[in-house]
């Protein structure tokens, strides 16, 4: 993979989205502090966070609730977990679908960053079969973790972070705080 390529990838994504929060009706950043928005925060794209991994697939997939910020339970199925090595630390992610038959899988997590220099509710990545999975393996790329919806806006509610998700290494990559 070229290294340059790439990092000109996760940057174009990045200012695409920061146009969306900027001129979008949906965007999350509210209405009267777009017109002083300007960008999103990021770590540099960097590859040691980029992983391309075989997902243990449970085989029982269990119904779990997690919690959101506004106090709700939400439903997933916890579907299966990410096994992989940051700063020479065992890591593992488990991912979760809303039911069965979704495309995309949702790994919440949190690091030793959060609070500090990302959203102290963590970070979220998406990953979508038709995108991230490629020959039995899939892209878990930390670079494109973006911090919930609820991160800019009290307008939001979104599912916080499982226990079980929570890392214990610092990931220095993706979306760091809004403000």
């Not at 979104?158 to 990559?173: D, G, R, Y």
Request: aromatic share 16%; charged share 30%; with cysteine.
């Amino acid at each position: 993979m070229n290294l340059e390529n790439y990092k000109n990838q996760i940057k174009n994504n990045r200012k695409g989205k920061d146009i969306f929060f900027k001129q979008n009706f949906q965007s999350p950043i509210p209405q009267e502090e777009r017109s002083n928005f300007l960008k999103l925060n990021y770590y540099e794209p960097d590859l040691k966070y980029r992983f391309e991994l075989e997902l243990e697939e449970f085989a029982h997939k269990k119904k779990v609730k997690i919690e959101d910020t506004g106090g709700n339970l939400r439903e997933f199925l916890k579907w299966g977990k990410f096994t992989f090595n940051v700063n020479d630390r065992a890591c593992i992610l488990n991912a979760y679908k809303s039911e069965e038959t979704e495309t995309r899988l949702f790994i919440p997590f949190k690091d030793a960053t959060n609070g500090k220099e990302t959203y102290g509710a963590g970070r979220y990545l998406d990953l979508y079969e038709e995108r991230d999975y490629i020959e039995d393996r899939w892209i878990l790329d930390l670079n494109i973790a973006t911090n919930p919806w609820c991160a800019y806006s009290h307008n939001y509610v979104c599912p916080l972070i499982p226990f079980e998700n929570i890392l214990n290494v610092e990931i220095k990559t993706g979306e760091k705080k809004y403000k």
